[in-house]
C-alpha cells in the first residue's frame, strides 16, 4: 500500500486561517453588518473574499465591503450560530432571465443604475451581523 505524503492529501492536515478578507457587508440602522449567506444545503454561512477583485467578481462593483481577520469574522457570526466561513465562493445562482409580463400588464421601466459602493472606512466599535 502506497503512504501518502503531506503534499498529495487532498485535505490539508491542518486548516490554516485565510488573513485578513473582503467581508461583504450591508447598512444597517447603527452602522455596517457583515452579510450572511446560504451554503447549497441551505446552512448559513460568513463569507469573505481574499481579494477585492474577487468579491466584485461574484458579488458586482456595488456591493460594499470591510476588512476583517478570519477570527473576527467567526466571532461576530458565532453567537447567531454560524459556524461556517467561506471563503471565495463561487457565485451560484441561476442567470436571470428576462422578466415576461403577464399579459395586459403595464410595462415596467428598468430600474436605474448604481454607482459603486466604496469600502468602508469609517471605524466602528462593534458590527451588527443580521
Known sequence: MAELLHGDDSEPAERLPAGPLYVPVRPGPSGCAAR???TPL???TAVGFTSEHRLTATLGPGQAWIRLAESALRALTAPLGVTTVTVDPPFS???PGPAVPPAGAAPVAPPAPVA???PVTHKTSALRIA
Open 93 to 95: 445562482a441561476p442567470a
Open 116 to 118: 459603486p459602493a466604496r
Open 36 to 38: 450572511l449567506f446560504r
Open 42 to 44: 441551505g446552512r448559513r
